[in-house]
């Protein structure tokens, strides 16, 4: 063991506190180094001098006032604070009252369910028909020139026939668009969610 | 664990607070002297006494009766005195503390009793909060290590590499104050 080695292992020594394998060989060391051994003894003398310290030092002590005042406050504010007494029912009471929280909520889900759920198409009233007066072939973008450009603006058509506007209380909730080509008759539907967002007509 | 206590314990979660009294009168002494040791002023010293006592009288009922009740109050002690140095942050003079000694003391005795507690002051107050905590309960109140371990709540490893550093910090004070003390003997 190196002197340094023996000193990071002195003030356990000091105290009594090095055990074990490092103990014996931490003792060899000693023994052939007067260095580690005055050292240690400095050690041993501080510890003991702070021991004779602390038993010279009267401990402090209450007086006996104080010391009922500080018992009495314990015993005042350290109770625990009673826990309030919670109505007790019975089991059937339990069970029946969790079948019915548990009818409730899936009743609320099933009915909210129907109620949100898309409508029919059909229902639904008349949207705006866009006949287009040409039917332009596939779209071919042309660099430089916008589509709009290169084709007429659809014309927007009323429907033939009275057109029922719908009721006010009622929202519409999707909107549907169909575009009809003159020459060949191909309809082409556009069907908007709530968001305006286009979804394909999967039919 | 003391019989005699467990007794005492049971009668106090019976509903008997008088005898708390009675369970907690043999560390009267210890307790407030340790935390003197700690906290180094009388005034935060009583007051983490009382909050020990009033913590103890409020969480008898999860004492484990298999340990020692001694052991239990002083963590609880050690604890307040962390916690009210961490309030307060007064720095530690242990001169201060010389009002602690019984009035009944005569003006010698008390100027002693002022000069040990001084020196002794001047030696703790280099060690940090933890140094100072494992060197009292191991060099000053003579617990072992294992002892001082379970009163900290730290590992044993912990209690030794905090003993071990305020061991050398209280050597090197020692003899930067009382070199005639300890005298130059390498």
């Known amino acids: 063991m190196t002197c340094r080695?023996?000193?990071?292992?002195?003030?356990?020594?000091?105290?009594?506190?090095?055990?074990?394998?490092?103990?014996?060989?931490?003792?060899?060391?000693?023994?052939?180094?007067?260095?580690c051994r005055a050292e240690f003894t400095l050690y041993q003398r501080s510890i003991e001098l702070a021991r004779d310290l602390a038993r010279q030092d009267k401990a402090a002590d209450w007086s006996e006032a104080e010391w009922r005042r500080t018992i009495n406050r314990a015993v005042a504010q350290g109770a625990p604070p009673r826990r309030r007494t919670a109505v007790r029912l019975p089991g059937w009471a339990w069970a029946g009252a969790s079948a019915l929280l548990a009818v409730l909520i899936l009743g609320g889900t099933f009915f909210l369910k129907r109620e949100r759920g898309p409508r029919a198409i059909a229902e639904l009233p008349p949207g705006i028909d866009v006949v287009l007066p040409e039917t332009p072939p596939a779209a071919v973008s042309?660099?430089?020139?916008?589509?709009?450009?290169?084709?007429?603006?659809?014309?927007a058509v009323r429907r033939s026939g009275p057109s029922v506007p719908a009721p006010r209380s009622q929202v519409q909730s999707v909107m549907a668009m169909t575009f009809v080509s003159q020459e060949t008759g191909l309809k082409i539907y556009w069907v908007f969610n709530d968001s305006f967002a286009y979804e394909e007509d999967k039919k | 664990m003391d019989e005699k206590e467990n007794t005492l314990?049971?009668?106090?979660?019976?509903?008997?607070?008088?005898?708390?009294?009675?369970?907690?009168?043999?560390?009267?002494?210890?307790?407030?002297?340790?935390?003197?040791?700690?906290?180094?002023?009388e005034e935060d010293a009583k007051e983490a006494a009382q909050e020990a006592l009033l913590k103890a009288y409020r969480y008898l009922k999860g004492f484990d009766r298999n340990q020692s009740f001694r052991n239990w109050l002083t963590r609880i002690l050690v604890n307040s005195c962390r916690e009210s140095s961490r309030h307060a942050r007064r720095t530690l003079s242990l001169a201060e503390s010389a009002s602690v000694i019984e009035p009944a003391a005569g003006p010698a005795a008390r100027y002693q009793q002022k000069e040990f507690r001084s020196r002794l002051g001047e030696c703790l107050?280099?060690?940090?909060?933890?140094?100072?905590?494992?060197?009292?309960?191991?060099?000053?109140?003579?617990?072992?290590?294992?002892?001082?371990a379970g009163i900290l709540g730290v590992s044993s490893i912990s209690v030794r590499v905090h003993l071990s550093r305020a061991r050398t910090k209280i050597k090197e004070e020692i003899l930067k104050r009382f070199p005639e003390i300890v005298g130059g003997s390498s």
């Open chain 2, 125 to 148: 107050a280099v060690l940090s909060e933890r140094e100072r905590a494992v060197f009292v309960l191991r060099d000053l109140e003579e617990r072992n290590i294992a002892e001082t």
């Open chain 2, 9 to 41: 314990v049971e009668m106090v979660l019976a509903g008997n607070p008088g005898a708390f009294e009675t369970l907690v009168k043999p560390y009267r002494r210890t307790l407030l002297g340790l935390s003197v040791r700690l906290l180094g002023n």
């Open chain 1, 5 to 35: 080695a023996s000193r990071s292992r002195m003030a356990l020594a000091a105290g009594g506190d090095l055990t074990g394998r490092a103990k014996r060989r931490w003792e060899k060391h000693l023994v052939r180094c007067a260095a």
């Open chain 1, 142 to 155: 042309v660099p430089g020139i916008s589509p709009s450009a290169s084709h007429p603006r659809p014309r």
